[in-house]
């Protein structure tokens, strides 16, 4: 790694400890956002069908577990070459420079919406400089499941 190498969307100036606290409250208030919209929307299915908050903790558990999989999966890093067999052996290469990277940085629908919540509007943050979506997810997921660990406890005990 080059001495002047800056994390993308960095300005020149900007220390790694301040950009890696601002990537981790951008991170930190996706994941409550996310919790509380997985949250309330159980808790209005489970209420209305009657499961009482039972139901909202096995949503949030099973929700929880199955996006810490995906997002786990989907932080695996990518293999940085191929192997082209011909016919008088093998040829080690590297994968196409132009090709789309699975996870890449577009902002979707809901992170837009997300991003007006504050104090994000001030952080300034490019979505090429704030973490993965997957990494997002994986913190969105392990406060889903403190959150069931929280209403585990707070209703159930």
């Known amino acids: 790694m080059a001495d002047d190498w800056r994390p993308p ?51 949030l558990f ?18 940085r070459w191929d192997v082209e067999f011909e016919e008088d052996g093998y040829r080690i290469v590297r994968p196409e420079e132009g090709g789309r990277v699975v996870g890449s940085r ?8 997300v991003q007006r919540v504050p104090p994000l ?13 997957a990494a997002k997810l994986f913190v969105a997921a392990a406060m889903l499941l403190l959150a069931s660990l929280v209403l585990e406890i707070v209703v159930f005990w």
Not at 64 to 76: D, E
């Open 9 to 59: 969307g960095s300005p020149p100036g900007d220390r790694g400890v301040r950009f890696r606290l601002r990537q981790a409250v951008d991170a930190l208030v996706y994941g409550l956002v996310f919790t509380l919209v997985v949250f309330v929307g159980s808790g209005a299915v489970s209420l209305a069908l009657g499961v009482g908050w039972f139901g909202v903790e096995l949503v």
């Open 106 to 113: 577009e902002e979707s629908q809901f992170q837009a919406t």
């Open 62 to 79: 099973f929700l929880g577990v199955s996006l810490l999989a995906y997002a786990a999966f989907q932080l695996r890093p990518a293999k």
């Open 121 to 133: 509007p001030t952080l300034g943050l490019e979505p090429e400089a704030r973490l993965s979506p």
